[in-house]
């Protein structure tokens, strides 16, 4: 069965400064999809950033950065020049091509702090 | 446009009353998700509905959930009798096809068994 496994419950960074949020995964299959989605307070989830395992380059959306080391099963996510606004709960995700659930890690909760 | 949506916010609830949760997809998603987010279990998922065939109801935890989908749009998520251990956060998202698609989120039911 596939898990994703995301080992830190907690991380704090300081305003305009780097984080990165680590995620493993465990599967068989060749041909998936990963994700980043973030949970603020609101409640809603909101993706950050997707992740097709074919593609060898790695996924960026503006200040997100994803590190995708497919031998590892290794995700990790990487915030640049960090703002309040990044402050949430940030899940990591796994899905395969045949696929109809999203199987998720824990979950890491962000602080950002001035 | 508009994103999911999901009704009531919030829903406090005696044990063994039945409760209904409402999602509407975003337009011409055809693919819909139940997921429930506890602070035990984290994120599960519950069903998936794509177009007119027979949804996937693997995730359902006991007969007394179920859920239908109405004209491939708008879903109901029942739990009849319910209990304390139904407390919890029930998300929806849809995709545009399968599950390897970008799935979106709505903002959530947060659901309270007393």
């Known amino acids: 069965a596939q898990t994703v496994t995301q080992s830190q419950p907690e991380m704090s960074v300081q305003e305009a400064e780097t984080v990165t949020l680590s995620c493993t995964y465990d599967t068989s299959e060749s041909d998936y999809y990963l994700f980043w989605y973030k949970q603020p307070p609101s409640r809603q989830m909101i993706l950050v950033i997707r992740q097709e395992a074919y593609k060898q380059q790695n996924a960026t959306e503006n200040r997100f950065s994803v590190n995708f080391q497919k031998a590892a099963k290794s995700f990790s996510l990487k915030i640049s020049d960090s703002q309040l606004g990044d402050a949430a709960m940030y899940f990591c995700?796994?899905?395969?091509?045949?696929?109809?659930?999203?199987?998720f890690g824990k979950g890491t909760t962000l602080s950002v702090s001035s | 446009g508009a994103g999911v949506s999901q009704s009531p916010s919030n829903k406090v609830t005696e044990k063994g009353k039945d409760v209904e949760l409402r999602c509407d997809p975003i337009?011409?998603?055809?693919?819909l998700y139940w997921y429930r987010q506890s602070l035990g279990q984290g994120l599960e998922f519950l069903i998936y509905f794509q177009g007119n065939s027979a949804p996937d109801k693997s995730g359902l935890p006991s007969d007394r959930f179920s859920a239908e989908r109405t004209g491939g749009s708008v879903s109901t998520l029942t739990i009849q009798r319910t209990q304390q251990e139904d407390s919890a956060v029930y998300l929806c998202?849809?995709?545009?096809?399968?599950?390897?698609?970008?799935?979106?989120f709505g903002p959530g039911t947060r659901l309270t068994v007393l």
């Open positions: 337009s011409g998603h055809t693919a």
């Open positions: 998202a849809s995709s545009l096809f399968r599950g390897s698609d970008t799935q979106y």
């Open positions: 995700a796994y899905i395969n091509q045949a696929g109809t659930a999203l199987i």
